[in-house]
């Protein structure tokens, strides 16, 4: 069996929307938010980029990942946004073609937020501000 991790174009991540959607939405549940309206159109005009790990064997999409360039006060930033998916340990080391494709693009960093379990998954990533919530 083999993964690999490709960067879908914006018509190959609209026709496999269906496949897609349901992991991108597991990132959103995690934080309890609500995948935003206009997520196809950020898609479309290439805004977002959405990364999948596929099972080559079976064509199944494994995960789901989406990035966006932004700019900051440092410099263009690569934000990996929301990411669903299983079998981690067979696709996380993509990670390192979401850097490429950052430095590529000029960015001068990657910024993630997501569960503290991602520190010990991704190497090279610190912790450098936290969210706090307290139910009401």
């Known amino acids: ?23 991108l939405d597991m990132g959103y549940a995690v934080g309890g938010e609500i995948m935003p309206d206009d997520m196809l159109e950020r898609i479309g005009d290439v805004r977002m980029v959405i990364w999948v790990a596929l099972d080559t064997e079976t064509a199944a999409v494994l995960t789901a ?11 263009l930033v690569c934000w990996i946004g929301q990411c669903g ?12 073609k979401i850097e ?5 693009e000029g960015c001068v960093k990657t910024i993630l937020k997501g569960r503290p ?10 912790i450098r501000t936290v969210t706090l919530e307290k139910a009401l």
């Open 65 to 75: 990942v989406t990035t966006e360039l932004y700019p900051m006060r440092d410099g």
């Open 1 to 23: 069996m083999t993964v690999i991790c490709i960067a879908l174009s914006p018509k190959d991540a609209l026709a496999q929307w269906s496949a897609i959607e349901p992991l």
């Open 117 to 126: 379990g991602w520190k010990r998954a991704l190497q090279g990533y610190d």
């Open 85 to 96: 998916g299983t079998r981690l340990w067979e696709w996380v080391h993509f990670i390192d």
């Open 100 to 104: 490429e494709y950052a430095r590529a």
